[in-house]
């Protein structure tokens, strides 16, 4: 069975302060791990998919890394407006046929004071 | 890129009646979407996965004569909550996986159900 572990569970940043997210995972077989940032009554805004241990991915100031037991979301200089809820998942990266269920962590939320 | 949208994004209903939520996505066809329920400050649950032209399969413990969940084509489904009680009061959430691109899974707006 798939768990995913993200710490810590709130973070308060002061703008600029730049930090990390942790997303530990154990899976079995071939996974995507996906990062997705989710704001208050709002439905979970997609950011990256990691495929293979080392690769990373940047997206203005988010940058995601991944290793075989663990994925970081690096912030570089937060702004108040990246205060929300950052989630990862792992599931099967679809290329063909009926997609399957992604496993959540249970989120960081993410408060950057201005 | 790949867009769901998910209708509506609120509804209030009082207890006994039932509640029809919607799930499109709007350029790309799938095969499978996802339902999820969310309780406050928690991650998201997961109730079923549908697949188009079948029944949806139904995670332990969610009743699926309360939960009706239909997918009748590669674009639409939809969740029937049935005889809503308060306690079926939520964030509701839908997903579609969009096959290729790195799309991942895109997810709906979520509605938020309560049940007075």
Same mark, same amino acid.
């Given at each position: ?14 703008e ?17 791990l996906?990062w ?8 979970p ?15 203005e ?8 037991k ?34 959540f962590?249970?989120?960081t ?6 | ?6 209708h ?13 939520i ?41 009743e ?13 489904? %939809? ?26 899974? %895109? ?10």
């Amino acid at each position: 069975e798939d768990q995913v572990t993200q710490s810590p569970e709130a973070l308060r940043l002061q703008e600029g302060e730049s930090s990390s997210l942790n997303c530990s995972y154990t899976v079995s077989g071939l996974r995507g791990l996906f990062w997705y940032r989710q704001d208050p009554g709002k439905g979970p805004e997609f950011l990256f998919t990691l495929y293979s241990a080392g690769e990373e991915k940047e997206k203005e100031r988010l940058k995601a890394t991944l290793t075989k037991k663990e994925s970081f979301l690096h912030i570089t200089a937060p702004k108040p407006e990246d205060s929300a809820t950052y989630l990862c998942a792992v599931g099967p990266f679809r290329t063909s046929g009926s997609a399957r269920q992604l496993t959540f962590g249970s989120g960081t939320q993410l408060t950057v004071l201005p | 890129g790949a867009v769901v949208s998910q209708h509506p994004s609120r509804v209030i209903c009082k207890s006994g009646t039932s509640v029809k939520i919607e799930c499109r996505s709007l350029d790309f066809q799938a095969t499978t979407m996802f339902w999820y329920r969310q309780f406050p400050k928690k991650s998201l649950m997961l109730m079923a996965t549908s697949n188009e032209g079948s029944k949806a399969t139904y995670e332990q413990g969610v009743e699926k004569d309360k939960f009706l969940i239909n997918h009748a084509s590669l674009t639409l489904s %939809t969740l029937t909550v049935t005889s809503a009680h308060p306690e079926d009061s939520s964030f509701y959430i839908c997903s579609a996986s969009a096959q290729g691109e790195d799309y991942g899974y %895109t997810f709906g707006s979520g509605t938020r159900l309560t049940v007075v």
